[in-house]
Nanobody, 125 residues
Framework: QVHLVESGGGLVQTGGSLRLSCAAS????????FGWFRQAPGKEREFVAS???????TLTADFVKGRFTISRDNANTVFVQMNSLKHEDTAVYYC???????????????????WGQGTQVTVSS
């Protein structure tokens, strides 16, 4: 069983930065992809970025390219560094993980088996 816990959300002004963390626990992540998704009120959950645990290959949504960076460390934590935040980045951000996710499926929420509880990010305009 994989357990994910997000942290690092909060209130920030437009143009500011936040770093979200996702602490993962489980037997192994060798074949896992980790993703960050977000969901704003009244909107569907949308893909932000993903990283392959083995090899570290990343994918980032076009609307956050150049502003958000996903990474991981060797202590089972996945991060997303968010810079130049905009009001429209306001959402609950979720960490997700799943095994054997093919490249084309990385942005699809249903391909991720495990989810954290989410952390609120609010960007004031």
């Amino acid at each position: 069983q994989v357990h994910l816990v997000e942290s690092g959300g909060g209130l920030v002004q437009t143009g500011g930065s936040l770093r979200l963390s996702c602490a993962a626990s489980g037997p192994t992540f060798d074949y896992f992809t980790f993703g960050w998704f977000r969901q704003a009120p009244g909107k569907e959950r949308e893909f932000v970025a993903s990283i392959a645990w083995t090899g570290g290959r990343t994918l980032t949504a076009d609307f956050v390219k150049g502003r958000f960076t996903i990474s991981r460390d060797n202590a089972n934590t996945v991060f997303v560094q968010m810079n130049s935040l905009k009001h429209e980045d306001t959402a609950v951000y979720y960490c997700a993980a799943g095994p054997w996710i093919v490249d084309d499926d990385r942005p699809i929420p249903k391909r991720y088996y495990y989810w954290g509880q989410g952390t609120q990010v609010t960007v004031s305009s």
